[in-house]
């Protein structure tokens, strides 16, 4: 079946560094949506980032992501960490034209902005 | 604009006792619903979905049950409460393009 790897459980950071949180996947769809959603400390998760193009750059709140469907991958990316980013950030795919367009989120990366 | 409210915010229940998760959503007409639940520590697993009033369909079994009573209610219930159901529990609908939006989730301590 189809599945999401985030690697790491959790990245650490200085403010002010780049950050990346990674992320591949493997698929048996050919038409497949992605996402990066982000969840704070005892909230719901939120979509960041959406992206359904391959090798198109997608950004939203200084974050970017970019898929590469050759490489099976769609890794998070910034720039310059703000300890505002501090929060557990989940890869998803979602299968494309099967029941109920199910959403398979990866474990979760947390990742930790520290001064 | 959208809104999806769920209820309770958290409880307390103990084993063996039934359990009623309730999830409202208003502006959007015939809205795909899903439950999701997130272990402590770990994923978020989509448990159903319901794409219209009174269908509702199983992803993962785990002695739960959903209902969608009506357009924009969907309800998620046990008869009886095991441990390993502790978590926090999602409604989420589904917007054009696949992205799901969550509401503000139930939190769930079985003693």
């Known amino acids: 079946g189809d599945s999401v790897t985030q690697a790491e459980g959790l990245v650490t950071v200085t403010e002010g560094l780049p950050v990346k949180l990674n992320c591949t996947y493997q698929?048996?769809?050919?038409?497949?949506?992605f996402f990066w959603y982000v969840q704070y400390l005892n909230e719901a998760p939120q979509v960041l980032l959406k992206?359904?193009?391959?090798?198109k750059r997608t950004e939203h709140q200084g974050f970017h992501a970019t898929l590469h469907k050759s490489s099976s991958s769609f890794h998070l990316q910034k720039s310059s960490a703000q300890l505002s980013d501090s929060a557990l950030y989940y890869c998803?795919?979602?299968?494309?034209?099967?029941?109920?367009?199910?959403?398979?989120f990866g474990i979760g990366t947390l990742l930790s902005v520290k001064p | 604009a959208q809104t999806i409210h769920q209820w309770p915010v958290a409880e307390i229940k103990a084993v063996g006792s039934p359990l009623s998760l309730g999830c409202t959503i208003k502006?959007?007409?015939?809205?795909?619903l899903y439950w999701y639940w997130q272990a402590t520590g770990g994923t978020l697993q989509q448990l159903f979905y319901?794409?219209?009033?009174?269908?509702v369909e199983s992803v993962v079994q785990l002695n739960l049950s959903a209902s969608r009573p009506k357009d924009d209610q969907f309800i998620l219930s046990t008869e009886k409460l095991l441990l390993s159901h502790s978590g926090f529990y999602l409604c989420?609908?589904?917007?054009?393009?696949?992205?799901?939006?969550f509401g503000e989730g139930s939190r769930l301590i079985v003693v």
């Open positions: 989420a609908w589904r917007v054009s393009g696949n992205t799901l939006y």
């Open positions: 698929t048996t769809y050919l038409t497949i949506a």
């Open positions: 992206s359904s193009t391959d090798n």
């Open positions: 998803a795919l979602s299968e494309d034209g099967s029941s109920g367009n199910k959403l398979i």
């Open positions: 502006g959007k007409s015939s809205p795909n």
């Open positions: 319901s794409i219209t009033v009174g269908q």
